[in-house]
């Protein structure tokens, strides 16, 4: 460990290479992290199920480029859209019966979502890792001292577009508006006309969309299995923890930094504990920021 | 106790039975039927012994999850570390000591320090994360169960991703499977003991009143960090303690699967609590005993699909029945009440109810 700190002081184009992947993959963190606080804001309920959703999307925009040699980034929107389908279909079966109830019924019902996709998609996808090779070139900048894989570049455009369109549609759209003032008070967006029920379901279907967009990615940059989703979970959880719900910007903030954190941690830790490293800093994250609250006999809620 | 003195007594209604039944015969019968039972059903030894493991682990979780209101969904934490700890003590003991060394020497020392780890640790976590409420404790400990699990697959001393294997069982030392079913039958007797005190007493109500108010507790001068933390402490034992036996019982630790199954037994022990009933001593335990039936049914007839029959039972317990056995049970006797109070069956039941509420 000492050794890789030393390699990472003694050659800055090192922790060069590892801070801009690290941006680059945080932009495809945040966008997921974007839906589960659009969900928590508008229905408090914190989407367990979010990491198997991105897994779904990636696997859906993989069988259709292998299977029927789909252009990936046309898989990538047609996998969002059947996740819309996907998500409206779960909220009406089951979210919808426990929005109005406890935090731990909501949390216990999504895992429930979870377990049930990952084990289907076991059965359906296969447990094989996979990956989704789009062909693009490996740029080499600074004379060969950095080497950037393009689909990482193309990554954060896409993340950054379709954060983006959801932003600019929440501000102007109808639906978004109606979305955004059941965020702020449901009773009285219900009083002014507004159909909450279908709010929540477009919130819980553009979600999924969202995730299938990140999944797509993930598939692109890395490799997806079934049961890979509970990281993806943790990792949009504690940027909307850091960023706080509500806050577009924070979010794209602390997605960037958790992606620059994760790489250079899984650098100098070694990467068996990269996954380890996200799940510590979820708990140290959340410990570090109760304690400054309970100074002021406050408690995070 | 006004209502209901004069009318007989139905014969389940065990209260009524003279004392030394009650306080003599049915313990002793209870007793011997619990020892007998593996000598009468030789072949389902492990299923009976996972079926104490399981009442272990739902009444761990109902201290914190059901009496006191703290959904935790890493209590799987201090199971895998009372496991690997253990596991390292028999390890080191017997290498040192070599053949001489005594198995159950080792087990015993292993799982009372892996215990007293697990307090500790308890004791160290409680405090801080016992503080956060709703969505944000719930997913801390869900994070700490899973960070247990990928740390302990990043140390190469306890055989990292691929596990470690537990010393042996002696062969001279009798069956193996028997001797893991007494042992976990007088961990889960001990913790049943265990928690009815602490539940009869001030400690349950403290508990009781954290769940109900915690601003309120608090207000009233009553320590909640203490309470919550010495609550989540005393479950940290008794998992301790079951996860040195389960090490030893499986034979072999994996970090995942065995040791930090945060997605299996972190669940089922939720599963069986919301079962059987939360927050009351008897419930876990009549869940335990109908989850554990009901996987076994599950993972013997779905096979491939188990995960997915459990996800629905879960998506059903959650959504239809978040009371479980005993609040349904509690459910319909308090509406029958009400019915008898507004149609006495005889019209004398309704006066003598009347009588006694203004005594």
């Known amino acids: 460990m000492m050794d890789n700190i030393d390699l990472l002081v003694s050659d800055p184009s090192i922790l060069l290479q590892l801070l801009l992947d690290g941006l680059l993959i945080g932009s495809v963190f945040a966008l997921a992290a974007y839906g589960m606080a659009m969900v928590w804001g508008v229905m408090n309920i914190v989407n367990v199920a979010q990491g198997e959703f991105v897994i779904l999307g990636g696997y859906i925009t993989y069988y259709l480029w292998r ?77 060969g001292e950095i080497d950037l894989a393009l689909i990482k570049v193309v990554s954060f455009v896409v993340s950054l577009i379709a954060g983006g369109v959801l932003a600019v549609f929440l ?35 553009l979600n999924c969309s969202l995730c299938a967009v990140t999944g797509a990615l993930v598939v692109m940059i890395w490799t997806i299995h079934p049961f890979a989703g509970l990281s993806y979970t943790v990792r949009s959880f504690l940027i909307v923890v850091v960023a706080g719900v509500g806050n577009l910007a924070g979010v794209v903030v602390s997605g960037l930094g958790l992606g620059a954190a994760e790489q250079t941690a899984g650098f100098v830790f070694g990467s068996e504990f990269q996954l380890a490293f996200i799940f510590v800093l979820l708990v140290t994250v959340l410990v570090v920021r109760n304690v400054r609250l309970q100074r002021r006999r406050e408690h995070l809620q | 106790m006004g209502l209901g003195e004069t009318a007989e007594k139905p014969i389940w209604h065990v209260h009524s039975w003279p004392r030394w039944i009650r306080y003599f015969l049915l313990p002793l019968l209870g007793v011997v039927l619990l020892v007998a039972l593996p000598h009468l059903f030789p072949d389902r030894v492990t299923f009976l012994a996972d079926l104490w493991a399981m009442i272990i ?86 994070g700490l169960g899973v960070a247990g699990a ?21 062969i001279d030392a009798g069956n193996q499977e028997r001797f893991f079913y007494y042992c976990f039958l007088v961990l889960a007797l001990g913790a049943l003991f265990f928690f009815r005190r602490l539940y009869a007493g001030r400690f349950g109500l403290v508990l009781n009143a954290i769940r109900d108010d915690e601003e309120k507790a608090e207000s009233m001068g ?86 997915v029959a459990l996800g629905l039972l879960i998506l059903f317990v959650v959504v239809f029945a978040p009371g479980g056995i005993l609040g349904w049970v509690q459910d319909r006797r308090r509406r029958l009440d009400e019915e008898e109070v507004e149609h006495p069956p005889d019209g004398e039941g309704g006066v003598s109810f009347a009588q006694g509420g203004a005594q």
């Open chain 1, 171 to 205: 501000r102007q759209g109808r639906l978004g508006q109606a979305i955004r003032a059941t965020a702020q008070h449901s009773r009285a967006a219900r009083v002014q006309g507004i159909d909450t029920g279908k709010v929540y379901a477009m919130t819980y279907g």
């Open chain 2, 222 to 307: 009553l320590r909640t960090t203490l309470h919550k933390t010495l609550a989540w402490m005393s479950a940290a034992c008794f998992l301790g303690l079951l996860g040195a036996g389960i090490g030893n019982q499986s034979g072999y630790i994996d970090p995942r699967d065995v040791a930090f199954p945060a997605s299996t037994f972190g669940i089922y022990m939720i599963l069986a609590v919301l079962m059987g009933g939360r927050g009351t001593l008897w419930g876990p335990v009549l869940g335990s005993f109908v989850f554990h039936v009901a996987k076994e049914f599950f993972w013997t007839e779905f096979l491939g699909w188990n995960r």
């Open chain 2, 150 to 170: 990928e740390i302990a697959a990043g140390i190469d001393y306890i055989g990292a991703g691929s596990g470690m294997s537990v010393p042996l069982y002696p």
């Open chain 2, 57 to 142: 682990f739902a009444l761990t979780w109902d201290v914190v999850g059901g009496q006191m209101g703290y959904n935790s969904f890493g209590n799987i934490f201090f199971f895998g570390v009372g496991m690997y700890v253990c596991a390292i003590v028999q390890k080191e003991m017997l290498e040192t000591a070599g053949e001489s060394a005594d198995y159950f020497l080792a087990l015993g020392l292993g799982a009372g320090l892996g215990a007293l780890v697990c307090i500790v640790l308890a004791a160290l976590l409680g405090s801080v994360i016992l503080g956060m409420r709703g969505h944000y404790f719930a997913v801390c400990t869900l």
């Open chain 1, 67 to 143: 299977e029927i040699g789909m252009y990936p980034f046309l898989a990538t929107l047609l996998a969002a859209i059947v996740l819309f389908v996907v998500g409206w279909v779960l909220y009406r079966l089951v979210i919808a019966r426990v929005v109005d109830r406890d935090v731990f019924t909501s949390v216990l019902a999504t895992f429930g979502i979870s377990i049930v996709l990952q084990q289907l998609m076991n059965e359906g996808f296969g447990a094989d890792y996979v990956n989704l090779d789009t062909g693009m070139t490996i740029l080499s900048l600074f004379g």
